[in-house]
């Protein structure tokens, strides 16, 4: 059992709260809220209390309480410190380091890691003050989630709305490391673009910057699993408790797979090149004509992989489509072997980008997830291919 303090923060979204409270406490932690004045107009103490069955915290001008410190006490005897949900307001106050009430004083006072769940309006989560904010809360070491993209209660859309509650909820046991849902498998990612040399100083690549893969593999170690990620050439840090194999091209990244082998989960997010060039062997010089490329076919790693003798028992593949994406991605499935794909329209600002809408086709339908961060694209995978396996 791990023990969390939960702060509740001000603002329409601490409704979930309680909901979070409930899923923390089915997973066997114990839950001890503090409640913000602003938190007090949405939810009440009763709540949080009948919720945790433990006493709410209101006021450091408790004589009761901070005759023994109370707020130290509360910031050193949690595992994990929790604030959700974290309005603009206080993340500036916490990023400046300000102590002018329970929530903000136990903050300074802890050593305790800390993860927070933002809720705001979507001017107010990209305005320059909160990106501020934001890179200094994590400059400082504290978990600060991606909001979800959404309607808003303010009527407007876009990112800043509070995660899902499920979704805090795998975030906080993956912060306190007891998630083991996928301890005991092998799961191979591949990640980002290749590169197909034409002659010593040239190559052809597409806009694959790696990240949702690279998330993807994170996620899936977060959750116990054994990850083995082969990874094109792009210049992101390897995510935590993953094994990192760096390619080239797409003919060295299909022997990293098949070297990789055998897996129980494969999740091919890597935009491989269709096709290679006869390479020159030296520079190609400028001249009257363009030179003529002669293309040959890259190995197919998805389709190899789904019909090999040692093929994984869960084989996903991706789909970067610019049109008619459902439909191309079904026809893809079908005629790879594939058991899922990952579809998505990089007509847009995907590739490269921060944000990602996907569509999970599979034999018993598609699911849509629209236009979230990839890091909760990422989660969200990572638990779809969980209970997948525990079926």
Known sequence: MKRILLIVGGGIAAYKSAELIRLLRKRGHAVRCVLTEGGSHFVTPMTLAALSEDKVYTTLWDLTDEAEMGHIQLSRQADLIVVCPVTADLMARMAAGVADD???????????????????????????????????????????????????????????????????????DRALGVSDRLAGRHVLVTAGPTHEPIDPVRYLANRSSGKQGFAIAGALAALGARVTLVAGPVMLPTPAGVDRVDVET??????????????????????????????????????????????????????????????????IGFAAETERVIEHAAAKRLRKKADWIVANDVSGDVMGGDANTVHIVREGGVESWERLPKATVATRLADAIADALET
Not at 288 to 294: G, N, W
């Open 250 to 315: 797409a003919r060295e990244m299909a022997g990293a797979v098949e070297a990789a082998l055998p897996a129980d989960v494969a999740v091919m997010v890597a935009a491989v090149a269709d096709w290679h060039v006869a390479v020159a062997v030296q520079k190609v010089k400028k001249g009257a004509m363009p030179p003529v490329l002669t293309l040959a076919e890259n190995p197919d790693i998805l389709a190899t992989l789904a019909s090999a003798a040692n093929r994984p028992p869960l084989v």
């Open 102 to 172: 329970l929530a903000t004083t136990l903050l300074l006072a802890t050593d305790t890691p800390v993860l927070a769940a933002p809720a705001m309006n979507v001017r107010m989560w990209t305005h320059a003050a909160t990106v501020r904010n934001v890179a200094q809360l994590r400059g400082d070491g504290i978990t600060v989630l991606e909001p979800d993209e959404g309607a808003m209660a303010c009527g407007e859309y876009g990112p800043g709305r509070l995660p899902e509650p499920v979704a805090i909820a795998e975030a906080i």
